[in-house]
């Protein structure tokens, strides 16, 4: 029920995306040199307004949480994020991170690494997708595909299986265009 809701929430706001993504194709490169400023500004905007319209509550210490997470394009573990907590001053038990992540995750506003045991800030908060990572194992980058052409070219394949998906989240290791180009001759 809930799910729903924010899924027809997001709908709203998918179009005003769409239009910004066009004009923007900034969004598709964590691989590639970019404004990161401009870029986490763009996320946090996207954020600001599934917030407003979801009426999700994004506390400071849940804000400073996903701000952390997205000061660079990689994941972190849990353990990172409170460290970087308590620096801040938002408290030094364990349970603050867990709880502020947790939240992040449940609303979409991140997501869980399995392969890392960490978490990375969604890239595209104003859609409903099932994400897909690619990771960089030469340097630790984490790029989440933009778009849903992946993950539903997935689920058409699962469905003619006859099988009903609860969760996908696809992660894939591999070289980023940088580390691929210092390991090719
Ligand atoms: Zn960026
Ligand atoms: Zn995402
Ligand atoms: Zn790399």
Redesign the pocket.
Known sequence: MLARQILLRYNITTRELAQQQEQDPGLEHAFAAHDHDACCARTLDAVERMVAYSGLRLTPVRRRTLEILLEEHRALGAYEVLERLVRDGYGNQPPVAYRALEFLVENGLAHRIRQLNAFAACAMPQEAHDPVFLI?S??D?VAELPGTAASSGLRSSAMRAGFSIENMNVEMTG??P??AGEVRP
Do not use: M
């Open positions: 960089c030469g340097c980058l070289l980023c940088s580390c």
